[in-house]
Every structure is written in structure tokens, then in C-alpha cells.
């Protein structure tokens, strides 16, 4: 039987691990990539914008803690397997993935904004797949070799709520969510554990990119009406749900401002 002091070991240390994070260059991608790397894991974090990594990863270096800043968009698969190759030479295999790029370009379905939605396919699901096809064999070695493996996909909580004007971003997550879940059926027996994180309103970069003007309305509503998560908010679950001993796999974590309906 595990006694507390036992737990107490793997509740909040992460040194060992390896740890990548994408999206890494704003919001909830660079908050957890602070927390993973104070936790004491090396943490090289991606995203397209070179100037953000590097200030990030300098920020983490002057706190004490292992980084390294690896420009690639995870929609380009050539550029993944390249990032993939120098996070091994640099640390090792990843055995801790954070898959967390995304993009929400909200618009009424009858505005035809095709481009967008192609945007977001490309990135919430096409890049999703992409990071899972360049790190998945780093972290079935892991597994395999008795170490702790871990596949973070970030979603979000309008996976299964539904808000108008948001179809196509909604059914990006809805199927990020539903891949981890069945992901988890076929990795977990092999000892990868599958998370999917799903945060409501959460004060990001997100919400800049958004041009139609009603939904920037609601939002700017939503924001006088309750407090929202801070990115802070969201990298600490993602820590802490790959912390827990390797038997324990939190599937899927809902995390909502306690003040939204």
C-alpha cells in the first residue's frame, strides 16, 4: 500500500523528463512551459514566432531551469520531424508532449469565411495529428523502457457546449477531445497516458484574433461579468496531471472560471 509520504514523491517534481510544448509562444503555451521547466523537466518549446521562444526560453534559463527554443509550425510536417531530431540531440526523447497550437477565427456560418475554416482545421486538427506522428515514437520508448509517457492535447470546453458563430472551431475541438479519448484505448495499454485539457474562458492571445464584431461584443461582456482563468490556471492542471504516478492517467480535465454559468 502507498503510504502519503510516498505519494508525496511524485506529486510535483518533473525532473528526468523531457518535455516539448507548442504554441509555446504566447498564453497557455508559454505559462506551462514556465511551470513544467520550474517543476525541473527540460522543456523545448515550439511555436512560428523564433523572438518569443527565445525570450521565453531566456526567462526560464535565468530562473534556474532547462530550455530550448525550436522555431516550427506545426502544421508542416518536414518542419515537426526536424524539430523532433534536434530536441533529441539536444535532451534526449520527449517523453512529456503538450500538444497545445491552436487558433479560433469565429464567424457566422453564413459569412462563408472558407479560408478560415481551413485555418483552423489546418492548425486545430491537421497540426494536432502532426505533432502526435513526430513525438509518439519517442514516447512509446519511454513507456516501453518503464518511464512515464505522457500526450497532452489542449482543447477546450466548447468541445461539448455549443456557442453560435464558433461551428467550425467547435467541431475542432469536439475532434481533438474525442481522438484523445480514443487514443487513450489503444496508448494507454502500452503505458502512454492520453490527457485532454479543456479550459473555458481563459484570457489568451485567442481572443485578438477574432473580427466579427458581435462575438467580440459577447467577449467583451463576458469579461465585465465573472473572472476569467488566467493561462496560469491551465498549466497548472497540465502539471499536475503528469506528475501523478505512471498508473494514474486523468483522461480529460474540464476547467472552468468557477463564476461561468
Known amino acids: 500500500m502507498r503510504t502519503t509520504d510516498n505519494l508525496k514523491d511524485h506529486t510535483m517534481t518533473l525532473a528526468t523528463r523531457v518535455a516539448v510544448v507548442t504554441g509555446a509562444s504566447s498564453g497557455i503555451g508559454a505559462a506551462t512551459a514556465r511551470l513544467l521547466a520550474a517543476r525541473g523537466a527540460k522543456v523545448a518549446v515550439l511555436a512560428r514566432r523564433l523572438d518569443r521562444l527565445d525570450e521565453l526560453a531566456h526567462e526560464i534559463k ?36 503538450v500538444n497545445n497550437a491552436g487558433v479560433m477565427l ?85 503505458g502512454v497516458r492520453v490527457s485532454v485539457v479543456e479550459p473555458a474562458m481563459t484570457a489568451t492571445e485567442l481572443q485578438g484574433h477574432v473580427t466579427d464584431e458581435g462575438v467580440n ?25 503528469t506528475s501523478r504516478p505512471a498508473h494514474v492517467n486523468l483522461s480529460q480535465v474540464v476547467v472552468y472560471p468557477t463564476r461561468q454559468a
Open 62 to 97: 535565468l530562473a534556474g531551469g532547462q530550455a530550448l527554443a525550436v522555431a516550427a509550425d506545426t502544421t508542416d510536417r518536414a518542419s515537426l520531424a526536424a524539430a523532433a531530431h534536434r530536441i533529441t540531440e539536444t535532451y534526449g526523447a520527449a517523453d512529456l508532449v
Open 106 to 190: 469565429p464567424s457566422a456560418i453564413q459569412a462563408r469565411n472558407s479560408a478560415d475554416w481551413q485555418r483552423e482545421i489546418d492548425v486545430n486538427v491537421s497540426g494536432v495529428l502532426n505533432v502526435i506522428d513526430a513525438f509518439l515514437p519517442g514516447l512509446l520508448a519511454a513507456a516501453e523502457a518503464g518511464r512515464p509517457a505522457d500526450l497532452v492535447n489542449m482543447s477546450s470546453m466548447v468541445s461539448h457546449v455549443v456557442f453560435p458563430y464558433m461551428a467550425v472551431y467547435n467541431a475542432t475541438k469536439a475532434a481533438v477531445s474525442h481522438l484523445s479519448r480514443t487514443m487513450r484505448t489503444e496508448l494507454g495499454p502500452q
Open 217 to 241: 461584443a459577447w467577449v467583451a461582456q463576458a469579461r465585465e461579468a465573472f473572472e476569467w482563468l488566467a493561462p496560469e490556471d491551465v498549466a497548472d492542471a497540465v502539471a499536475y496531471l
